[in-house]
């Protein structure tokens, strides 16, 4: 697969999942328009512009409408066109469903949920009236099994879920496709911050026994990209634990 003369703009790309995809898009040859709260790693960047394609940074937080909608125009502005999508961007706030307060219940669903419709909505017009583009969600498995003290979390990465197949429908008369991929345990700072009795747990209902990696993850999201027949899928990248 060639990304050649494609733009692509991912969210939460500083670190960990949202890092690797841009890496993996940069050494196919996108042209990048990166996202996130936080300011990008000078070393990160350097990385990406070896590869040879532009890369540009925003910085700011998608859950604020604006600042999301201000993202698509720049982007648009800078390159004229978006060719690719990742919705990358998530927060987590975990605690049992007793002891979660609204203000916790909402922030996550703001983020996560909210965040990615704020980001895709003027996107996926720019998609449907150039008759092209290549939508990708990053959902969760906890979104379609649940996970004890994840109901906040679970609950935004479901209606990603639900987000993503009815915007494939709508957006495949105009060659418009939206999947999502579910990663699993997948080798962060998130997982990271386990104890090692609590990854035990974790890996021993895991078949293939191991936390996976970010890259592997941005493996299935070039798969997604460069499949030109299939959209409205939630591609789980898990080890077999679900």
């Known amino acids: 697969m060639t990304l050649t003369g494609q733009v692509a703009l991912v969210t939460g790309a500083t670190r960990g999942i949202g890092a690797a995809i841009a890496l993996r898009l940069a050494q196919e040859g996108a042209d990048l328009m990166l996202s996130a709260r936080s300011a990008f790693p000078a070393p990160l960047l350097?990385?990406?512009?070896?590869?040879?394609?532009?890369?540009?940074?925003?910085?700011?937080?998608?859950?604020?409408?604006?600042?999301a909608a201000e993202l698509a125009a720049q982007t648009i502005a800078h390159y004229g066109r978006i060719d690719i999508l990742v919705n990358n961007a998530g927060i987590t706030h975990d605690q049992l469903a007793l002891r979660l307060t609204p203000a916790q219940f909402a922030e996550v669903v703001n983020v996560n949920l909210n965040g990615t419709y704020n980001v895709t909505q003027p996107v996926y017009k720019a998609m449907m009236k150039a008759r092209r583009g290549v939508i990708i969600n990053l959902a969760s498995i906890v979104g379609m099994i649940g996970n004890i003290g994840q109901a906040n979390y679970a609950a935004s990465k479901a209606g990603i879920i639900g987000l993503t197949?009815?915007?494939?429908?709508?957006?495949?008369?105009?060659?418009?496709?939206?999947?999502?991929?579910?990663?699993?345990?997948?080798?962060?700072?998130?997982?990271?911050?386990?104890?090692?009795?609590?990854?035990?747990?974790?890996?021993?209902n895991i078949p293939l026994?191991?936390?996976?990696?970010?890259?592997?993850?941005?493996?299935?999201?070039?798969?997604?990209?460069?499949?030109?027949?299939?959209?409205?899928?939630?591609?789980?990248?898990d080890g077999g634990l679900t």
Do not use: C, H, W
């Open 165 to 204: 197949k009815t915007l494939a429908k709508e957006g495949a008369r105009r060659g418009v496709r939206v999947n999502a991929i579910a990663p699993g345990m997948i080798a962060t700072s998130m997982t990271a911050a386990l104890s090692e009795q609590a990854a035990a747990k974790v890996l021993a």
């Open 46 to 67: 350097q990385t990406l512009k070896a590869y040879g394609g532009q890369v540009e940074t925003f910085q700011g937080g998608i859950e604020a409408v604006d600042a």
């Open 209 to 237: 026994n191991r936390f996976g990696t970010p890259a592997e993850v941005a493996d299935a999201a070039a798969f997604l990209i460069g499949n030109a027949y299939v959209t409205g899928q939630v591609l789980t990248v």
